[in-house]
């Protein structure tokens, strides 16, 4: 395996998850008796940019054309994303003739708050059904994988673009020097580039390795991802620490062309990465025993929650629930079903683990005694909408960033039942 930013040779394992299914290749019950393939989830760091990675396995083709998440069913991140709306147009100076394009638009939940504000806009999504929602909501789409051509038929057709949103996609492409060089080419020489992309700090240092999945084929640090933006004439002139998918990094890059100075946060998140040893390998190598302390209080306390007959179900069906439940092993004597907001996923299991995916008003109907929520990052949102769960006297459990309950009794104390 080479780096896939520097080609190098040299990359050290930092965490072995085994092998897994692709997380949202969701099977439907004629699946259940046929061969499930699996890959590799080996996270490694190159010794020469710090580029942390997994190999490319599976291509963005296999996973995206089409995909099971729909941004929508999020209520925090439309409202993430209308925030951010209203104050890049503010900051950016955006009105009726200037033109964003986001890519991996999804299904519109971004810009229909620029439709709503009479901007110019364009979406490029690669899955069809996706896209398709996105279009009965009134935003343009164009389903696609973006590529240097298409990026340069968009031009030809909308012009090129003031601001360029590309949303929790930058980690999903294998090629990211053709994918950069694509996201230029959108780009008005005088334009704005802006990257949310998960921090790798928070995967190393509070051992988020659920965030691992084969979709997934890079994570970045603000030196990495500045280094693989500079590989296509993109400077980062700004860089913004935010909570979303459990701590995240927000980047704005613009032309080399412009000369742009980076601001003094971008600096300050580079002092922070430098003081986790992130700038150096050693850092990244106490990630292995952090997964496998999150993995052994789960079984410990799911274990006992046996062993005293009680139920457990789980809330949600993210991909990163799936790399959790089939690297912790549990299946449904351990979690009896799990539900989700997204009706394409109802009557599905989920891969590898094969648990039965219903829909979320069933929690209320059955009363089980312990709801195991998958989606731990959206804990203020999700504690909320299941407040129900504590009037039966059930418990709402969050297995990251350490193990928790927030509603019901017993208490869960380092793993054990009190």
Not at 177 to 194: E, N
Request: glycine share 8%.
């Amino acid at each position: 395996m080479l780096c896939r930013l520097c080609g190098l040779d040299r990359l050290v394992s930092v965490l072995d998850l085994g092998a897994t299914p692709p997380c949202e290749r969701f099977l439907g019950a004629d699946d259940l008796d046929a061969p499930e393939p699996t890959f590799p989830l080996h996270l490694r760091l190159c010794e020469g940019c710090l580029l942390l990675q997994i190999p490319a396995l599976i291509t963005p083709e296999d996973t995206f054309t089409e995909y099971a998440y729909f941004s929508s069913f999020s209520d925090s991140w439309v409202q993430h994303a209308k925030t951010f709306v209203g104050d890049t147009v503010d900051r950016l100076g955006l009105g009726p003739q200037s033109l964003v394009v986001e890519v991996a638009s999804n299904d519109g939940y971004l810009l229909q708050h620029v439709v709503a504000a009479g901007i110019r806009c364009l979406g490029i999504e690669p899955s069809q059904n996706v896209g398709a929602a996105a279009c009965d909501r009134g935003v343009p789409t164009r389903t696609d994988f973006l590529d240097e051509q298409v990026a340069r038929a968009v031009v030809r057709e909308h012009g090129a673009a003031d601001l360029v949103v590309a949303n929790n996609v930058y980690a999903h492409v294998p090629d990211i020097v053709g994918f950069g060089r694509a996201l230029r080419t959108l780009l008005a020489d005088d334009g704005w580039l802006s990257i949310e992309v998960h921090h790798a700090l928070n995967l190393v240092t509070l051992g988020q390795f659920d965030t691992v999945y084969h979709e997934h084929f890079q994570y970045y640090t603000v030196l990495t991802a500045t280094r693989a933006l500079a590989a296509v004439g993109l400077s980062v002139v700004d860089a913004e620490l935010i909570p979303t998918h459990g701590g995240s990094i927000r980047l704005w890059a613009r032309p080399d062309s412009l000369g742009a100075e980076p601001t003094s946060r971008f600096f300050d998140i580079l002092a922070l990465e430098e003081q986790a040893g992130l700038h150096d390998t050693v850092g990244y190598l106490g990630l292995r025993a952090r997964t496998e302390t999150v993995r052994h209080e789960l079984l410990r306390f799911l274990l006992e929650c046996k062993a005293a007959n009680l139920r457990v179900v789980g809330y949600g069906a993210p991909g990163k629930g799936n790399t959790l439940l089939n690297y912790c092993g549990i299946r449904t004597d351990l979690m009896e079903y799990t539900v989700d907001r997204n009706p394409y996923k109802h009557g599905r299991f989920t891969p590898g683990t094969r648990i039965p995916i219903r829909e979320p008003e069933v929690i209320a109907d059955d009363r089980p005694d312990v709801v195991l929520v998958l989606p731990w990052n959206l804990e203020t949102e999700l504690t909320e909408q299941l407040s129900y769960v504590s009037d039966w006297g059930g418990q709402l459990v969050y297995p990251l960033p350490n193990l928790h309950v927030v509603s019901g009794k017993p208490e869960v104390v380092g793993g054990q039942i009190r």
